[in-house]
């Protein structure tokens, strides 16, 4: 799956001399990184959001279009621009900037840190490396016990950026390593061709469709050794309850003593009978708290306002009493 260009999209990067000499060695602040987006051609930061995501010494990735979770790509969109990822899921994510560093420059970037704490783990390559152009991508894992939410265009990842050694033309000639020869531009460049999915998470499915398996069938033991119990009582109970006299049989007249025991275990069959059909509530406590994380996550990718929030959180909070 091809990652769609972006207004002006451009390939390869600034291959003159260095734009900014004043700069020195180390990494660039953020005024640093600002010369270098406005005065390389292409920029060192594609679709940059320089007045509200560049820091004192980095610039803040966003979350890109094109993602890879389940065995199957998609595509966020205004109308649809949250990921979800379940408890100890995938997702392959890309970012919404495009990235061309000169031979001049080095790139690392790595998860912005409070997503860090919602249980996120980021498993990519932590430098970009000098010629570098296109988009960047990276699987994050959900290692927590419940779902997080990412939005379209949400500050995800952190890049920071450092100069190098002088890059010589000629050297390079003489050591081809030198030159970035990047050969993996698109999403699907990076995706096996079998189904990547998470192995913890798909061992979680089997533990839980195990663990339900293994629950009916203890529900339905105790509910049969109920009825079967409840019958063998009955029965004592109606001969128990039998004339002592010998000859004697049971008749329809029965004193009111005899009644109140064969009502009794009556009730013990009915009840054990409602016992094996009656449904398998889950735990309420658990669902609730799952909806709670949900909203947390919804609220920090902005796709609803504290004040929606706080209001569904406090119907939860009631219910869980």
């Not at 966020?76 to 001049?104: A, C, F, Q, W």
């Not at 860090?116 to 152009?133: E, H, I, K, N, R």
């Not at 994050?140 to 997080?148: F, G, I, Q």
Request: proline content about 6%; glycine content about 8%.
């Amino acid at each position: 799956m091809a990652t769609p260009p972006s207004s002006g999209d451009t390939e390869g990067v600034d291959e003159r001399e260095d734009q900014v000499p004043e700069a020195g060695p180390g990494v660039l602040l953020g005024d640093v990184i600002k010369k270098y987006i406005d005065k390389l051609n292409p920029k060192l930061i594609q679709d940059a959001d320089t007045e509200n995501n560049l820091r004192p010494a980095s610039y803040s990735l966003r979350l890109g279009k094109n993602y890879y979770q389940d065995g199957s790509y998609g595509i966020l969109t205004d109308d649809n621009p949250v990921i979800i990822i379940r408890p100890h899921g995938m997702v392959v994510v890309s970012t919404y900037e495009k990235l061309h560093v000169p031979r001049y420059l080095i790139g690392r970037w790595n998860l912005r840190v409070s997503l860090v704490y919602t249980g996120l783990l980021w498993a990519g390559g932590p430098q970009v490396d000098p010629g570098f152009s296109g988009f960047l991508f990276c699987p994050l894992y959900n290692l927590s016990n419940t779902e997080v939410a990412l939005k379209l265009k949400e500050h995800i990842f952190t890049i920071d950026f450092e100069k190098t050694t002088s890059y010589n033309e000629e050297v390079a000639k003489d050591h081809p390593y030198l030159k970035f020869k990047g050969t993996k531009h698109k999403l699907d460049d990076y995706i096996p061709s079998y189904d990547l999915k998470s192995s913890v998470g798909e061992l979680k499915k089997q533990v839980e469709a195990s663990e339900k398996r293994v629950t009916k069938r203890v529900d339905d033991l105790q509910s049969t050794v109920l009825i079967g119990l409840s019958i063998v009582f009955a029965g004592l109970t109606i001969v128990a309850t039998l004339p002592s006299i010998p000859g004697a049989h049971l008749t329809l007249s029965i004193d009111l003593l005899t009644g109140f025991y064969v009502s009794l275990s009556l009730s013990s069959i009915l009840l054990s009978l409602f016992a094996i059909k009656r449904p398998k509530r889950p735990d309420k406590s658990e669902s609730i708290f799952s909806k709670l994380a949900k909203l947390e996550t919804l609220q920090r990718a902005g796709s609803i306002t504290k004040e929606e929030s706080d209001k569904k959180k406090k119907k939860l909070l009631r219910k869980l009493g």
